[in-house]
């Protein structure tokens, strides 16, 4: 079974920095793509970014320009630097990977934004 296990989210004031990794258990090229989603309280889950195998990424409206997704194969693991940061981005913050049918999430990671 895919194991993704995320980490990196903690409380940080409006403007700051935070950096979210996502370790895969396996090979993550074995994935069509891998990304970030996140669901604040009351809304539905929703993409943040995501990177496909060929390392084509695509960014939300609301974070582009602020959150940058990167991956590190040898580690098998993806990260989200998170720039900038607003109050609206506070969320659960969820790593998915999908391959053809198949989906895989993380149990998520807390990021919490104070004004």
């Known amino acids: 079974q895919v194991q993704l296990v995320e980490s990196g989210g903690g409380l940080v004031q409006a403007g700051g920095s935070l950096s979210l990794s996502c370790a895969v258990s396996?090979?993550?090229?074995?994935?069509?793509?891998v990304g970030w989603y996140r669901q604040a309280p009351g809304k539905q889950r929703e993409l943040v970014a995501d990177?496909?195998?060929?390392?084509?990424?695509n960014y939300a409206d609301s974070v582009n320009n602020r959150f940058t997704i990167s991956r590190d194969g040898a580690a098998n693991t993806v990260y989200l630097q998170m720039n900038s940061l607003k109050p609206e981005d506070t969320a659960v913050y969820y790593c998915?990977?999908?391959?053809?049918?198949?989906?895989?999430w993380g149990q998520g990671t807390q990021v919490t934004v104070s004004s």
């Open positions: 998915k990977a999908n391959i053809l049918r198949r989906t895989f």
């Open positions: 396996e090979n993550i090229f074995n994935f069509n793509a």
């Open positions: 990177i496909n195998v060929g390392g084509r990424t």
